[in-house]
């Protein structure tokens, strides 16, 4: 019989998906069979745009890390059902509160004779998923599943929501994975807040400093949230933003500032030649326009000389650096650069032989680099 592992999170976003995709790739390396899948969907976008609303319910995430690591289609785990307004709606109208159909297909899968590890990823929070009867207790204790929480630790008080999924899971709960941890604190972190931790019953299997990259967009999302018009270079709209700067200052301050940042997404006001071409000189991914006007023809064929996509929109500048700000750490896991580094972060800083030993599984140990 195979072994379950949920992978949860006491809020969303917290990198639930890289964490599964170190794994998977661990697991898999070691020639151990992986299936994967998300009891709750979050996200149809992919299976929409293929006009097969008829399949059984595969989430975006499950979908995007089938083709990184290679899983086959009945390596897939589908949903139960799809977290969205129209279902909860549904939910509510009903007044049920019972896990529909689909969970006994996926009870009879998870209990069939798979020699291997079954991953399944929760939804956002520990709470989330109620409605559905489909929480992170609700499943664990359905499965007879051990759970792994990637939590994000900003300071000490970061316990309260650890303690409180620790009383809520009881023994479910394996243990954590910090997650976003300022580079500098890592090493003192685990020299003195890991110990502490697992003195009060919380195993810890690792401590993730904070990415950039993981918690970046591309420049393609930021169009899509802020329903921007691309003026040039669309065909570079895979770009990946880290950073955001505002273009508000004089010319001299902003290439001062601008020469201390990295893949930048520049937002100023439209007649602001001077601030514009300035950031095209930096290391900027896209230009964003404000206000009323439009680019100068001088400043279009520039940014394509540089391949910087340069974008309008109709807001104002406080309102789109408030979109653009809530973009960061927000998104998906969905492009291959971001899935690359999360391997080789779960590598580095996640000790998985120790993990699957409490979860009863211990491979030989080999490289798998």
């Not at 956002?124 to 998923?129: A, F, P, R």
């Not at 690359?340 to 409490?358: G, I, K, M």
Request: aromatic share 6%; with cysteine; hydrophobic share 40%.
């Amino acid at each position: 019989m195979g072994k379950t592992l949920m992978i949860g999170s006491c809020e969303p976003f917290s990198g639930k998906s890289a964490l599964v995709l170190g794994i998977s790739r661990y697991l898999r390396s070691l020639d151990i069979s992986v299936r994967f899948g998300k009891p709750l969907a979050t996200s149809l976008e992919l299976e929409n745009k293929k006009g097969e609303s008829n399949k059984a319910l595969i989430d975006d995430d499950v979908l995007f890390i089938a083709s990184i690591i290679g899983l086959t289609e009945d390596q897939l785990i589908p949903s139960i059902d799809y977290l969205a307004t129209n279902t909860a709606e549904k939910r509510i109208f009903e007044s049920c509160l019972e896990p529909s159909e689909g969970f006994k297909a996926m009870k009879e899968k998870l209990d069939d004779s798979f020699d291997g590890v079954n991953l399944l990823e929760a939804a956002g929070s520990i709470h989330e998923g109620l409605l559905y009867g489909l929480s992170l207790g609700q499943l664990a204790k359905h499965f007879e599943s051990k759970v792994l929480l990637v939590h994000l630790w900003e300071d000490s008080r970061s316990i309260e929501s650890l303690l409180a999924a620790k009383d809520k899971l009881g023994e479910s709960l394996l243990g954590v994975v910090l997650n976003a941890v300022t580079p500098d604190g890592v090493n003192d972190l685990e020299d003195k807040v890991v110990p502490s931790l697992q003195k009060l019953g919380i195993n810890v299997f690792g401590v993730m400093p904070r990415s950039p990259l993981l918690r970046s967009v591309t420049v393609e999302e930021l169009v899509r949230r802020l329903k921007a018009r691309v003026i040039c270079c669309e065909e570079n709209l895979e770009l990946m933003v880290e950073t955001l700067s505002i273009g508000a200052m004089s010319v001299n301050s902003a290439m001062e500032f601008f020469r201390k940042r990295r893949n930048m997404a520049v937002v100023t006001g439209a007649d602001r030649t001077d601030i514009q071409l300035a950031a095209l000189e930096a290391s900027t991914q896209c230009l964003i326009l404000t206000g009323a006007g439009e680019p100068l023809p001088q400043l279009i064929n520039r940014a394509e000389e540089l391949d910087v996509p340069l974008l309008k929109v109709d807001r104002d500048t406080l309102s789109t650096v408030e979109v653009i700000e809530q973009a960061f750490g927000h998104v998906r896991l969905h492009e291959s650069v971001k899935a690359t580094y999360a391997f080789r972060l779960v590598q580095e800083h996640c000790d998985l032989q120790r993990l699957f030993s409490f979860l009863g599984i211990s491979p030989k140990v080999h490289d798998h680099c």
